[in-house]
T-cell receptor, first 114, second 113 residues
Framework: DSGVTQTPKHLITATGQRVTLRCSPRSGDLSVYWYQQSLDQGLQFLIQYYNGEERAKGNILERFSAQQFPDLHSELNLSSLELGDSALYFC?????????????FGSGTRLTVV | GENVEQHPSTLSVQEGDSAVIKCTYSDSASNYFPWYKQELGKGPQLIIDIRSNVGEKKDQRIAVTLNKTAKHFSLHITETQPEDSAVYFCAASHPGSARQLTFGSGTQLTVLP
C-alpha cells in the first residue's frame, strides 16, 4: 500500500456521461498530481494542486476539471465522456509542490467508456 | 516543453543477466530524474532517482547514470530476477514546472527464467 488511495478502482460508463474520480494523498503530502495513462500516450500530466490551489496544468481537456479540498483530498471530474477517454487515471502525491521529490502514486482508476 | 524519449520499448533478458534502459531529455534545465517500475494492475513505484549534481547512483542491484552534456540517463539492473519483470518509466523534472514529471514511453522488461 503506497498510502495514496484512489476510488473507485474500476468505472464503466456510457458516452456523454459524467464521472468523478477521488484521490486521498499520502498523510502529510500537500501536493496532488493527476495523470492519464493510455496505451498509445503513456503517462500524461493533467493537473497539479498544492495545498488547495491549482499549481500547474498540463494536457487537460476543457471537459475535465479538478479540485483539492481543505482536507487535501482531490477529485477529478470528467464530463461529456467520449470513447477516447477510456484510460487509467492515476493520482500521485508529494510532500511539497516545488522541491525535488519523487511522487507516490496510487493504484489508479480504470475508466471504460462504452 | 520537456520531451523524454525512452528505449528500447521492450527488452527480454535471461535471469542473471543485466538490463539497460536508456532515456534522453530535451530541456537542459531539467535537474531531477526518477525511474519508476509499474507492475501489472498497479501504479508506478519509484525505484531510484538522481539529481543533476550527481553522475551516478546505486542501490543494490539498481544503478542510474546521468550524462548532462549529452542529456541522457540510463537505468542498469544487474543479476536480473523474474520479479524484475515489469514496465519501467524514466522521467524528468524541470525546476520551473512546479515539479510535474514528464515521462518516457516505458520499457516492458521481461526476465526469462
Amino acid at each position: 500500500d503506497s498510502g495514496v488511495t484512489q476510488t473507485p478502482k474500476h468505472l464503466i460508463t456510457a458516452t456523454g456521461q459524467r464521472v468523478t474520480l477521488r484521490c486521498s494523498p499520502r498523510s502529510g503530502d500537500l501536493s496532488v498530481y493527476w495523470y492519464q495513462q493510455s496505451l498509445d500516450q503513456g503517462l500524461q500530466f493533467l493537473i497539479q494542486y498544492y495545498n488547495g490551489e491549482e499549481r500547474a496544468k498540463g494536457n487537460i481537456l476543457e471537459r475535465f476539471s479538478a479540485q483539492q479540498f481543505p482536507d487535501l483530498h482531490s477529485e477529478l471530474n470528467l464530463s461529456s465522456l467520449e470513447l477516447g477517454d477510456s484510460a487509467l487515471y492515476f493520482c500521485a502525491s508529494s510532500p511539497r509542490g516545488g522541491l525535488d521529490y519523487g511522487y507516490t502514486f496510487g493504484s489508479g482508476t480504470r475508466l471504460t467508456v462504452v | 516543453g520537456e520531451n523524454v524519449e525512452q528505449h528500447p520499448s521492450t527488452l527480454s533478458v535471461q535471469e542473471g543477466d543485466s538490463a539497460v534502459i536508456k532515456c534522453t531529455y530535451s530541456d537542459s534545465a531539467s535537474n531531477y530524474f526518477p525511474w519508476y517500475k509499474q507492475e501489472l494492475g498497479k501504479g508506478p513505484q519509484l525505484i531510484i532517482d538522481i539529481r543533476s549534481n550527481v553522475g551516478e547512483k546505486k542501490d543494490q542491484r539498481i544503478a542510474v547514470t546521468l550524462n548532462k552534456t549529452a542529456k541522457h540517463f540510463s537505468l542498469h539492473i544487474t543479476e536480473t530476477q523474474p520479479e524484475d519483470s515489469a514496465v519501467y518509466f524514466c522521467a524528468a523534472s524541470h525546476p520551473g514546472s512546479a515539479r510535474q514529471l514528464t515521462f518516457g514511453s516505458g520499457t516492458q522488461l521481461t526476465v526469462l527464467p
